[in-house]
């Protein structure tokens, strides 16, 4: 069966779910910040325990948001750890590290606007694609679970 096609034998309930898991995953990482991502998967890891079984369309979305909201989470984390180590670099040289560093910080704050603009639109389009039934999945995402 063709993914972007909707599917039939998905009833409006399990759509349901499967929306709500990436947009419990999106409001829920909006509210705490989305550099906080735990919250995210926190909602969605909510959905799967409690659909795994009964749903394997259900159990397929939460787990794709799961899996997206931790690797955001990991990446927001690489950044800031690189932003860490920038600042540290400008001080130790007391400023003359400036130079490099401040390249590179322009770069890292370009990541960081990449990873917020990818995380909100792939949320959004994951939501829909559940809603109508199709299955999604999210790139640049490490699966874990």
Partial sequence: ?????????????????????????????????WT?????????????????D??????????????????MFLYACAVCLVGVLLL???????????????PAGLVLLAAVVAIAVMWLVCSVIAAVRAWNGEEYRYPLTLRLL
């Fill in 88 to 102: 540290g670099a400008t001080v130790l040289t007391l400023g003359l590290g400036l130079i490099l560093t401040l």
């Fill in 54 to 71: 009964n749903s394997p369309f259900v159990a397929a979305h939460a787990r794709e948001a799961f899996n997206f909201n931790l690797s």
């Fill in 36 to 52: 906080a991502g735990i919250a995210g998967m926190l909602a969605a890891g909510v959905v799967w325990l409690i659909k795994r």
């Fill in 1 to 33: 069966m063709n993914a972007m096609l909707q599917r039939e034998d998905v009833s409006q309930a399990d759509r349901q779910w499967a929306a709500g898991a990436h947009l419990a995953a999106l409001l829920l990482a909006l509210l705490t910040s």
